[in-house]
């Protein structure tokens, strides 16, 4: 008792010393994303990885895998992993080897979370891992040579869709590291802060029960054989066992550092379980209190405390009290009570093997670690810190006969000095907490670190900007690139973005953002315009901001993810919007890539959207942004003017940031005011733009009037887009070049850092310039280290790059290949030397063909080829054919720094031995790094290559090997001022001394930016560059090489006013003085802002700019420079009626004076409004603009300039029909006199609304267009164009009867005259109306038109045009019954005289109802006929011509159960006889189906679960899902699965509908193959098959498993065998039948009852008295039958509620039934016959689904699918036992030699139990996964006791 107080005061103590930190951070995770190589799991709730091929194979435990799975569900697994629900519940062990860093149900649905995995060699991360390994287990010798990186990034729980209210805003992030050998394993877990925020997950089958089941931490190896066949759990290990122990995760570790855990998971030679790190002592989480230490757990036997010398401790002072029992097994070990003020948070450690250092022997010193007495600190008595109990943790080892360990703990030394005791929390040492020592490296290079009393904050230094992470020059321009990808679905469409390019261009100066996304497909483009929230994004993170305020990007950083719901009303359409930053590429800009999912309203093509100026105010909460906000947009299009529309926008950005430093104020709220939104699509591009002005400021500060803020604040400053404003005193402000590039702020020129010398590059690394920065890269054969800048060699002979038969030797920044002894080559290919008659083609001969292989078989012009000598060896001296240049390589065939020749000088002497190396100067950087950038390390064509001297200097000449300029250059390679050559001029003497070096000019500055923009140096095609004369300054006039505009500047290259002239005019004398500077005119500002749309402010190309006279008014004719069109225009610039000429015509003289204004004209309102439709007030390029006369009428002749076409106008500017005329066609005479108007007749305005059917005035193909003669009257003739059909009409146009002539057939003669009129009959009268059911009086197509003979008399035979079918009429018009013929059958002799009338028959009465449903007495179309025989009884086979479904009816017309057939599938043989008695309404296959497993279910299936889903007419709906979820997939017309169509994504497939499935075949018959040699096999029903499973022995033999039967459409639930007859019996749930089939291959099915059955479940065979017996659980009755169907009666139809299974034993007469009534679950037996009815079983049962009969020990058995439990008892009630208490989800079961096979819905299989075991011992998964009903054995011979 004294040592256990000693022992547990001393752990108490302990737990009052240690010091906890915050966990880890994200950032210091393994990196992880698309950018370092992850794969990417696909979204889901259940979904496994493509399996991972491991370079070299892993030991887990002491087995070697090759492979492993990733699973949504937070687990690692070395095999494929099975369905969720047979894992994801249950606790450890698992059946498959698992390593779960946090196992529980994930959903990353919807794009909730990512999760990444990755196998990789990357040196740092392989140094890392070593690290982590060595500090928790110092003697381990363990160097890793691969890695596996698996991270769950804000993954979210599975969450029922009908418990919450929307999706929860709890996500996880965690990682697994699997660090390996050839040896041995290591896994580390890492769970950053934050990272945890669900703990564990609710199951989905908790029947309504509100449970949740923590996650599961730890390792299972799985099942493990034994005796060959036999198998049973391996050894596992928890490390979590409660909540609180998840919570804990992120709190402590056992390697020093909170948040990570580190465990020793294999090894090669021995190992038994699963070894935790312990560094420091802290170990795993804390247990429930009152919890014990399993006996079975592999804690280390550790010495007793008081042995240690050191101990000096009197447990005597302590109080008796237990307060947390340390363990369960010895009363000794309970730790006593500290006092309160001792009781600090504390972390307990699992009590788990430890590494073999820390066995320690009894009686002797550990001689790694110190214990010093833990005497307990003084403190006030008032202090109480928060109490975290101890734990321990549960390990299981494997089922071996081992002595139980001793239970025991770790006590560590911690000084009394380290406890803050003031703080109310727990902190770590010095040594474990995050600091800038350790961490530095997650900073920018452009940040410092600083620590802080909880960790480290990285912050941008002076000049940069940002979160510390991720900082950028201020004041630069941004830029942002990505991709855009999803599913949009507009109106009903779906459209798939995949991957297309989004760019994004931010003035940072004065908040404007460009966004433009590329290749958006036409109907997604229009619908797109009003989610201008896409590019907002960009306005937030780079806001032009105001006072106490900051942009996005300060808070964020450079990675983020925002996810944004759009609400369109009055459509309710939702669009999400994901946008996650992936950080700072190469080049600095912003990487963000987005998706998109949901829908979005149509909009009309060319329509315009418009949005207002508003505002939006941001929330902000630790590393999250929020907003909500409405707005409105207007949508403009020619079909419907002008509408309305809003939306509604949610949206929260979350980041990383850092709370240590407590100095920062939080923000709360910002306002971002977005003062002009502009979206536009441009079709012809397929590009969407966004362009929107952003300022950021505190919630409402509301700027005064513009004249009262300073221009910086405004946006209206004139600095540089490369500076910075900063505001002065009023509105004063100075512009400030932004860092990296220097100048007046005006005028900034970006500073080449590394030609300067200005980087910060260490050794092995070359300096690449960008604008306004620079980026360090490694040189080849070097890579970044662990802290991402120091560069590091690559170990090449890693990935074994040599021959099989060499040996590779690394060195610094190479490596070297060398064929062994007896081979030869170059070390990539060698080849024995004896008996080699043609060896292997060397790496230079590979090199070299693959060079000279083009498509012809020749080299590229200009392309460098090595040479190779006769061994195949790169010849020592290399020469380029092309450019003379020569250079010595080494065998690699890599160029000698320093021996580079130009053209005509002499070669190096390569077989001399090189100079002891020096460092590359800065030439050979820049030459090498050029030379590079390809794959192969040689030049890209065209790429500029410095020139290099034998030191390494710049030639003082330098040229372009591919365009031919040459120039001077300084000793740091900078282009020397007036020096630059063109080709073929002679170039400049570079040796002449220079001038006296000046400072470059501002003009110079400019110059050499643009230059240099490109990374060879030289200017971008079509980009400005300015020209400086020999001082250096601008010269007066400048010109655009590319446009051919010219204009005059001042001496700082503004350019000056009314100066600029376009291409092939006169230039302005520049050299003349300006007049006095005036106020810029309307037309200056107005050219101004055309020419500043673009942001390098020179105009878009086909803008149209105004042009300015001197003193900047409007010239009097301006002209279109890209369209040719040419106007004259007033003083404010407003176009003159009239003066608009097309290109090529004369322009008009603008000077002469108007006519006295007029009221504008109809012609010049009409053109107004169409060049009003943009917002600048010019014609939308492609928009038709009318062309009026002088005079403001329209012009007769109108073109569509766009489309070519051309058309003749009256006044009024409409079409003159018959005018208009296609392009490239010769254009009407519109001069010409129309005949006199008249009043449009009757036929023309027939034509006309023929015509006008469709949107451009031209008619639908296939319609009628009357014929009218050249008076308008109706032609006499007229013709249908498509039918062919011809008639003649009267003047109104009707048809005259008699005159309808078929095509092909002679037309009448309509000028011959009428008979004499008489009044019209009935048939005409019917005809009429039939014609006149449309508005405009004639026949709808499809529709029966009556015929009628010459005398307007019914023929009497009558057909329908549509349909074909035909039949005879009495005088009446009426149908003679017995005369309906379908088509393509000879119709009846309708001259025949009828049979003596009789009255009308049931059916004949049923039909006449249906053809008298319409007012006029004829079918409806659609309408079901009945067909009725010659006698009026009915047809036995049914149709329905509408649908095509065709079925078997009785005597009455009554359907025939099961005789249904759908479109497509050949009919049911209604001749066979099947007697059928409806009982009531039939279902169907899809609605029994779905009544059946919602029973199953309870009649409340949950959310997730299946549940057919089925149309009105009871058939299966085209598209199935499970639940409420989006795994869907497409079913044909029997609810089979149409393979392929499966989807997880939000829009479901698009199946079509069952009626008209996507594949017909005929269904193959039903014949049933047994399997063969198979004396005892299992059968079992699968919905619509019974599949076989034969035994070996006792052991399932899944591979001689088959397909017994296969029944489609049926759903086969209870099976039951006879071993007399060899035959198997089943219950279909279905057909509502019962059925028996032979086991003779070949046998077919028979129905033994069909009638009054609604829901037949279990089934069972009294082989003695030949008689079956069954349930049927919708009428809750049990019945029997002779076993042909015969003798049917009913045994029991009360106190019944649920009869699932059935049984018989035949040796005693006996019936057992189950009836799982929820309220009441039962057991009962009775008698055969019906008698003796009693209940054996009533308590302690929930779901007593399966029941079978114990033959050895006379016991009923039943497997409980509610109390998970395989019991059994005698039929007296007597002796119950359990069998197995923790099942599944069992159905149906059956017993053979001391095992139960019992189906199970879980796991979709049959599992095994051993009766004498209590243990499963075999499991079968079939191959089609789905639920299994019933089980049965089938013997080649019965058994003795056969029940």
Known sequence: MERGRLLAVCVLCWSCSVRVVTAIQRADMFPYGSLSGDMILAEGDDETSRVLSLPRPVYFYDSLFSQLYVATNGIVSAQDLPMEKQYVDDGFPTDFPVVAPFLADIDTSGGRGQIYYRVTETPSVLNRVAQEVHRGFPDAKFTPTHVVVATWENVAAYEEPTRTSGPSNKFNTFQAVIGYDEVDSYVLFLYPEGGLNFFGTRPKESYNVEIELPARVGFSRGEVTYLIFSRTEGPHYSVTSDEQSVKNLYQVGNTGIPGVWLFHTGNRYSFDNIVPASVGGLLATPPTRGHGLSLDTTTPDYPEFEEYPDNTFDPDSQDEEDDYPLTGGDAEFQPAPASDHSEAPQPASPDAPSSPSEDVPHGSQPSNRQYAPPNPPEAAPEEQQPQVPLEVVDVYPPHRNEPPLSPGGHVVSVDEDDVDFDTGVIQYTTENKETCARFQQQCSQNAFCSDYATGYCCHCRPGFYGNGRHCLPEGAPQRVSGKVSGTVTVGSTPVDLNNIDLHAYIVVGDGRAYTAISEVPEPVGWALMPVAPIGELFGWLFALELPNSQAGFKITGAEFTRRAEVIFYPGNQRLSIIQTGRGLDDHNHLTVDTVLSGSVPFLPPGAEVTMDPFKETYQYYPSVATSTSVREYSVVSADRGSESFSFQLKQNITYRDCRHDSSTTALETLQITMERVFVMYVKEERILRYAITNKISPVGVEPTGPELVNPCYAG?????????????????????????????????????????????????????????????????????????????????????????????????????????????????????????????????????????????????????????????????????????????????????AGTRTPPGTAPKDCDRPDEPERPKTHCEHYRDSVQTTSPEGYPITGAYVPQCDANGQYIPLQCHGSSGHCWCVDSNGQERVGTRTAPGTTPIDCDKPEEQERVKTQCEHHRDSVQTTSPEGYPIVGAY?????????????????????????????????????????????????????????????????????????????????????????????????????????????????????????????????????????????????????????????????????????????????????????????????????????????????????????????????????????????????????????????????????????????????????????????CDRPDEPEHPKTHCEHHRERAQATSSDGYPIVGAYVPQCDANGQYTPLQCHSSSGHCWCVDRTGQERAGTRTPPGTAPKDCDRPDEPERPKTQCEQHRDSVQTTSPEGYPLFGAFVPQCDPNGQYSAQQCHSSTGHCWCVDGRGEERAGTRTTAGIPPVNCDESVPVVPTQRLESVCERWRSSLIEHYGGKPEPQQYLPQCEPDGQFSPVQCYGETTYCWCVDQDGREVPGTRSHDVVKPACLPSAAPPTVRPLPRPDVTPPTNADITLLYAQGQKIGALPLNGTRLDATRAKTLLTLHGSIVVGIAYDCRENRVYWTDLSARTINRASMAPGAEPEILINTNLVSPEGLAVDVKRRLIFWVDSNPDMIESANLDGSGRRTLFDTDLVNPRAIIVVSSSGTLFWTDWNREAPKIESSSVDGQNRRVVVSDGVGLPNALTFDSSSGQVCWADAGTKRLECVSPDGSGRRVIHSSLNYPFSMVYYRNHFYYTDWRRDGVIVVSKESSQFTDEYLPDQRSHLYGIAIATSQCLSGTH
């Open 716 to 896: 209206t400053h004139d600095c540089d887009t490369t500076a910075q404003c900063i505001p002065q005193e009023g509105q004063a402000f100075r512009c400030q070049c932004a860092t990296g590039y220097r100048g007046d702020g005006r005028n900034c020129y970006d500073i080449d850092e590394c030609a300067e010398g200005l980087s910060t590059c260490g050794a092995h690394a070359q300096c690449m310039n960008l604008p306004g920065s620079h980026r360090c890269q490694c040189q080849s054969g070097f890579e970044f280290g662990f802290d991402g800048r120091t560069c590091v060699d690559v170990d090449e002979c890693s990935s074994s790059p040599c021959h099989v038969d060499a040996r590779c030797i690394n060195g610094l920044g190479s490596f070297q290949c060398q064929c062994q002894a007896g081979f030869y080559g170059d070390g990539f290919y060698c080849s024995q030397q004896e008996g080699q008659t043609v060896r292997p083609k060397s790496h230079c001969e590979q090199h070299r063909d693959s060079l000279q292989s083009g498509g012809d078989g020749r080299p590229s012009v200009g392309a460098f080829i090595p040479q190779c000598d006769s061994d195949g060896r790169y010849r020592l001296l290399q020469c380029h054919g092309s450019t003379g240049h020569c250079w010595c390589v080494d065998s690699r065939g890599q160029e000698r």
């Open 1025 to 1309: 560059v300015p020209q400086c004369d020999a001082n250096g300054q601008y010269r007066s006039l400048q010109c655009h090489g590319s446009t051919g505009h010219c204009w005059c500047v001042d001496t700082r290259g503004q350019e000056r006013a009314g100066t600029r002239t376009p291409p092939g005019t006169a230039t302005k004398d520049c050299d003349r003085p300006d007049e006095p500077e005036h106020p810029k005119t309307h037309c200056e500002q107005h050219r101004e802002r055309a020419q500043a749309t673009s942001s390098d402010g020179y105009p878009i190309v086909g803008a149209y700019v105004p042009q300015c006279d001197a003193n900047g008014q409007y010239r009097p004719l301006q002209c279109h420079s890209s369209s040719g069109h040419c106007w004259c225009v007033d003083r404010t610039g407003q176009e003159r009626a009239g003066t608009r000429t097309p290109p090529g015509t004369a322009t008009k003289d603008c000077d002469r004076p108007d006519e006295p204004e007029h009221p504008k004209t109809h012609c010049e309102h009409h053109r107004e409004r169409a060049q009003a439709t943009s917002s600048d007030g010019y014609p939308i390029v492609g928009a038709y603009v009318p062309q009026c006369d002088a005079n403001g009428q329209y012009r007769p002749l109108q073109c569509h300039s766009s489309s070519g076409h051309c058309w003749c106008v009256d006044r009024k500017g409409q079409e003159r029909a018959g005018t208009r005329t296609p392009p490239g066609t010769a254009t009407k005479d519109c001069d010409r006199p129309d005949e006199p108007e008249h009043p449009k007749t009757h036929c023309e305005q027939h034509r006309e609304r023929a015509q006008a059917t469709s949107s451009d005035g031209y008619p639908i193909v296939g319609a009628y267009v009357p014929q009218c003669d050249a008076n308008g009257q109706y032609r006499p003739l007229q013709c249908h164009s498509s039918s062919g059909h011809c008639w003649c009409v009267d003047r109104t146009g009707k048809e005259r009867a008699g005159t309808r002539t078929p095509p092909g057939t002679a037309t009448k003669d």
